[in-house]
């Protein structure tokens, strides 16, 4: 089991970055690894599952493990096949009025180090504004 944390600071508010994650709807606005969410809410909230489709039509399935909006911290894990991937977020106050935002990825070692690369490209989005062109042809 291997674990890297991550870190994304940008000009966003906190309160936004949060939503961002918050609306499963929104995930593929700013993670170009992800083009649809099924999920039966419109909110993360503990114990919900769901199912993420990356490239190619794969799709995995999710379950959200915890949830709290105060803190603005959420944690899910993946699973495809016998791995399982353990991906802890989190959203604080930023450098002049923007946001950081951290991500902890847990799991085998070659998962992990093969979707490092996307996951910071993905928080580096999270924390700026929509490219609007890129967000309309993915909504």
Do not use: C, K
């Amino acid at each position: 089991m291997t674990t890297v944390t991550l870190h994304a600071t940008g000009p966003l508010p906190p309160e936004e970055v949060w939503e961002r994650y918050a609306e499963p709807a929104r995930w593929p606005t700013w993670a170009p690894q992800i083009t649809g969410v099924q999920v039966p809410v419109g909110r993360l909230a503990a114990g919900v599952t769901g199912r993420v489709r990356g490239p190619a039509g794969v799709t995995l399935p999710f379950v959200v493990e915890s949830v709290d909006e105060a803190a603005r911290r959420w944690s899910w894990t993946v699973t495809a096949g016998p791995v399982r991937v353990h991906l802890l977020h989190w959203v604080s106050q930023g450098p002049d009025a923007g946001s950081t935002t951290g991500l902890r990825v847990s799991g085998p070692l070659p998962v992990v180090v093969g979707y490092v690369p996307l996951a910071q490209l993905a928080i580096n989005r999270l924390v700026r504004p929509l490219d609007r062109g890129h967000a309309a042809s993915r909504e």
